[in-house]
C-alpha cells in the first residue's frame, strides 16, 4: 500500500474540498495522485505556502517547508 499524506494542513487546505489522506496499490499511481493534488494547492491556494512531495518509505507526503527564523545576527548584512 502506498499512502498520500498532507502534513501541513493550512487554512485553504481546511477550506477546501480536498482529503487528507489517500491509499493506492501502486507506486505509480500515488505518484501522479500526489503530483496532481501538489498542483491543485499551489495553483489555487492563497500561495503563502510552496507545496513540495517528500518520498518516505510508503509514503508520499505533501508538505511545505518553513523559513526558520535567524537565532542571532552580527549586524554587518551577511544574515541577509
Do not use: R, W
Amino acid at each position: 500500500m502506498y499512502k498520500i499524506l498532507i502534513q501541513d494542513k493550512c487554512k485553504c487546505f481546511l477550506n477546501s474540498n480536498l482529503n487528507g489522506s489517500f491509499e493506492f496499490s501502486s507506486k505509480d499511481d500515488a505518484i501522479f495522485k500526489a503530483i496532481e493534488i501538489k498542483n491543485i494547492m499551489n495553483k489555487t491556494f492563497c500561495k503563502k505556502h510552496n507545496f513540495q512531495i517528500q518520498e518516505m518509505f510508503n509514503n508520499l507526503v505533501i508538505k511545505f517547508y518553513k523559513d526558520e527564523p535567524l537565532s542571532s545576527c552580527c549586524g554587518n548584512g551577511c544574515c541577509m
